[in-house]
């Protein structure tokens, strides 16, 4: 199989939080990350169904205007298995029942939001290493 580069990893960052967003996928940007972006749950799917490019994970954060982040996730999951394509779930919510939902839901991750992007960024990093093993 052909080598895994990391700007072949391609994100999508799903969330209504633009200052989080643009954040978020500067620091992705700079670990040379492809980041494209998500205003709603309807939006999400259907780039989902559109993309050209092969996706390698997505990053949801909280729920949308038009969809729970659960719905989303939910969704993605009829077609796509964990492994096919993480999803990682970011909230303020520490609750370990809401955690423990989320994961059942299909999320492979639930990290709690705080200023320091660096548990998003190791993430992102493990996915790509995860797929340049099972590219090999």
Do not use: C, W
């Not at 999951?77 to 993480?86: G, V």
């Amino acid at each position: 199989m052909g080598t895994i580069k990391t700007d072949a990893f391609r994100i999508i960052i799903a969330t209504e939080a633009v200052t989080f967003r643009n954040n978020l996928a500067s620091k992705l940007r700079v670990d040379n990350f492809e980041v494209e972006f998500v205003t709603g749950g309807f939006h999400m799917l259907h780039l989902l169904e559109h993309m050209k490019e092969q996706l390698n994970m997505i990053i949801i954060n909280e729920d949308m205007h038009d969809m729970s982040a659960q719905e989303m996730i939910g969704l993605v999951r009829l077609a796509k298995s964990k492994s096919e394509l993480p999803i990682l779930f970011i909230s303020k919510n520490s609750d370990e029942a809401d955690i423990r939902e989320m994961v059942l839901s299909g999320a492979n991750e639930y990290v709690v939001q705080t200023a320091n992007f660096n548990p998003i960024l190791d993430r992102a990093h493990k996915y790509l290493q995860i797929l340049k093993v099972n590219a090999a």
